[in-house]
């Protein structure tokens, strides 16, 4: 995974911001679930930095952006 800020731009540019908004809290939630859930790889060692690199992107964009 890298940075997700090119795919919260490109949908900022195709749905505008209430649609990127929903998505990006949506998919911050999606992955905290799967850190949760042994099941998951997102909850493996190699992997679960990263998701937690991506979560932290999204919640800072979302209180950029999205806050009332």
């Known amino acids: 995974m890298t940075s997700e800020r090119g795919r919260i731009e490109f949908l900022l540019a195709r ?3 209430p649609a990127t908004c ?3 809290a949506r998919t911050a939630a999606i992955y905290g679930d799967a850190l949760n ?3 998951s ?3 493996a060692p190699e992997y679960r ?3 937690e690199a991506a979560i932290r992107e999204y ?3 979302l209180a950029e952006k999205c806050s009332p």
Do not use: M
Request: net charge negative; no cysteine.
């Open 15 to 17: 749905d505008g911001l």
């Open 22 to 24: 929903e998505w990006v």
């Open 37 to 39: 859930s042994p099941s």
């Open 41 to 43: 790889h997102a909850s």
């Open 49 to 51: 930095r990263l998701f």
């Open 59 to 61: 919640e800072a964009w």
